[in-house]
């Protein structure tokens, strides 16, 4: 199986500063096929469903504000919240979908500092 | 407006078994594979079990593989888990997700909220 890392386990950042959110995978998820990266990034916050923001590890979904980026290749991934607004507090998981069993990583909780 | 509704949840003994069922609309449900996410009280995403958009193919999770089977009828828009040979640990809220379908493996871009499934003597 492919272990998904995130660091940190939780940040908290002023308002209008940057967050940045990092996700290891435990092998490369780079397809040689297509040059696609098989990860995507979800938001959960409380009492709701996650909510797709990016995959292809860097394809925003339909409606997710700019102010959310994703880059990274291969085992190397980063979310990056370029100015913080208070309703992005929340818990952000990255997932694999380059082989079953799909995998998600640990959570990190973003707050307000 | 694309929506997932499930429901089945409840707390069931050890051993016991439970059915869940994920009624769907918005959307052309045969053209989408689905699967069962769940989440343990205060505790991050764990992936259960998938079906593509047939329900020709099916995938677990090692954790539930055996005890749980997924199905689907495309005819009703719904999506089943049935959990056989339940433990304490599959204790958590179980969502019904959509693929987003852009080939490949399965990114969930439409979730339900979830129904709570509570295993305890």
């Known amino acids: 199986d492919i272990v998904m890392t995130q660091s940190p386990d939780s940040l908290a950042v002023s308002l209008g500063e940057r967050a940045t959110i990092n996700c290891k995978s435990s092998q490369s998820v780079l397809s040689r096929s297509n040059n696609k990266n098989y990860l995507a990034w979800y938001q959960q916050k409380p009492g709701q469903p996650p909510k797709l923001l990016v995959y292809w590890a860097s394809a925003r979904e339909s409606g997710v504000p700019d102010r959310f980026s994703s880059s990274g290749s291969r085992t190397d991934f980063t979310l990056t919240i370029s100015s913080l607004q208070a309703e992005d507090v929340a818990v952000y998981y990255c997932q694999q979908y380059y082989s079953i069993p799909w995998t998600f990583g640990q959570g990190t909780k973003v707050e307000i500092k | 407006e694309v929506q997932l509704l499930e429901s089945g949840g409840g707390l069931v003994q050890p051993g016991g078994s439970l059915r869940l069922s994920c009624a769907t609309s918005g959307f052309s449900f045969s053209r989408y594979a689905m699967s069962w996410v769940r989440q343990a009280p205060g505790k991050g995403l764990e992936w259960v079990s998938a079906?593509?958009?047939?329900?020709?193919?099916?995938y677990y999770a090692d954790s539930v593989k055996g005890r749980f089977t997924i199905s689907r009828d495309n005819s009703k828009n719904t999506l089943n888990l049935q959990m056989n040979s339940l433990r304490a640990e599959d204790t958590a809220l179980y969502y019904c997700a959509k693929d987003r379908g852009n080939g490949g493996g399965s990114v969930f871009d439409i979730w339900g909220q979830g129904t709570m499934v509570t295993v305890s003597s």
């Open positions: 079906i593509s958009g047939s329900g020709d193919s099916t």
